[in-house]
């Protein structure tokens, strides 16, 4: 046997086993997630197998609860919200970090993305200790807040990479041929960083959206959907409309990611294409 | 005094906590030329382009453009266009919204608006190509869209900074010949940066010469390469034989020089120097000639041949002369048809040249 060939054969030895290492990586991801869709579906108020019958009570039980629908309202109105400020807090960040030159900019950089590794649990609770100390009372603005803290990395680090990635003599050429730094922002660095803006609202969004811990901290009356969910786990009755409304934000999650991304792909692709060779 | 359109007076620029990159330059711009700001690479020709567009700006000094001082005149506001290095075409827009891109301001109807966009299509044979988007275009083509939709806004005086640097050798020197007949045919000011002295010599009514920050000449191509003002410029532009040489005495025209390898030799000269003065004496290879037989007069030195380089048209010759450490570089004219190997590398040349091919410069 020659060698080239054993060689090969190893590679494909290799290659097998790493096959089989990425399904198991893949199913250990996504099989326990799968439940939710499942269980979500079954005639039965126990979380257990065996399955006992196709049903669609659980979600019909599901829009009748007008609690938890209060709680979803509440989630995607603070999500959206959160979205927007974070996102343009995130685009003036990226602009300012990519554009100018200015003293300090490596530490002020860092300390906007800290946030993302300061864990967020002692975010939440000196927040807390923050608003208690202005005798704020807690609200979903207390929420959003600590929410805007939370995802203005997420929109810095996306935004940060779409600027870095085109020419800044795109926007020297604006001015040049007549345009303010303003008209200019509008016609040249808006429309260019639009993938990024698109992929860092459905970022930030996901975020908020699906975060516990600051809103259970900062959250009043009114809990976010994730910490109404926590609450009903106590109440074995309300599971299955829990399992049935988790189940459409995971399908709806995904479609939104995926989205995010291929909008972000979208404006990279035609990015590489343009650069001078 | 001619119409000047560009006075740089005596303009620096320092960035924050960095070198000088312009150093107190002066420089006139006639209305109508083609001129070149020629260096190497971070010799502040693409600082002093930037600030004549009005994205730096000097920290001395004041550039006139057309007689207004511009240094509180942002760049769009300024009567000057550029065509960036980059070309900086907008990816998300098509050619035809490319190059109307600064003509909407100007309050033009639709009907004259592409009127003029279609007139400066057609000034770059590109007619037709108004629906492609930037990333479907050549190299050259891009460059010709960022060069209409500078000249669309009919500028006073149009910025180039090394627009060719990114075009194939074939396709840049069409270009430049391209370029040079545009800028007759639009009588528009241009200024050009590049690092390409070829390029420069071969387009430019005047070239500025610089280095470090400075301006060395500023001169037409002629005389930049033949009548060099130092040895800085002497070796930038093209290549040159150095020989270091003591004056020896010094008459109304003539002076006579002394240097290692070559004996006494006499070349035209110069105002300033003395005899006992330390300086150059500069000879192009071009106006050395090679002969195998000793000359019986005029000027010439005896040397063997240390390698030879045939380019086709014309072949180099590296000559060794005893005296003297570096080879002496001649390039002759393949002005024959001839198949033999040349010079015999075993056999003694000389090198032969006019004294009044030699340049004095001083040291």
Known sequence: MSKPIRQAKRMGDAGAGLTVFAVAYLLFLYVPVLFLPIFSFNDSIFIAFPLRGFTTKWYEQMFADQDMLDALAASLKVGAIVAVISTILGVLGAKAVTRYRMPGQGAVTSLIMLPLFIPEIILGISLLILINGFQISLSLITVGIGHVMLCTPFAMAVLTSRLDGFDRSLEEASMDLGESPWMTFWRVTFPLAAPGIVSSLLLTFIVSFDEFLLSFFLAGLQPTLPVYFWSQLRFPAKLPGVLSLGALILISSCILVFFAEWVRQLGTTGERKVGVA | ?????????????????????????????????????????????????????????????????????????????????MVFQSYAIFPHLNVFDNIAFGLRKAGLSSKELSRRVDEALAMIKLSGFGKRRGDQLSGGQR?????????????????????????????REEMQIELRQLQKQVGITFVFVTHDQEEALSMSDRIAVMSRGDVLQIAGPKELYEAPNCVEVATFIGSINLINATVKSVSSSEAMLEGPGFGSFTAQTIEGIKAGDKIFAAVRPEKLSLTISKPSSGAYVEGMIKASAYLGDRSHHQVFIKGREEPVAVAAQNEERAMSAGFDASKPVYVTWNPKSLILLKS
């Open chain 2, 1 to 81: 005094m001619s119409d000047i359109i560009i006075r740089i007076d005596n303009v620096s620029k320092q960035f924050a906590g960095g070198a000088k990159a312009v150093d107190s330059v002066a420089v006139d711009i006639e209305r109508g030329e083609f001129f070149s700001l020629l260096g190497p690479s971070g010799c502040g020709k693409t600082t002093l382009l930037r600030m004549i567009a009005g994205f730096e700006f000097p920290t001395e000094g004041e550039i006139y453009i057309d007689g207004q001082p511009s240094s509180l005149i942002p760049s769009y506001k300024r009567p000057t266009n």
């Open chain 2, 143 to 171: 460059q010709r869209v960022a060069l209409a939709r500078a000249l669309v806004k009919r500028p006073k005086v149009l910025l180039l900074d090394e627009p060719l640097g990114a075009l194939d050798k074939k396709l």
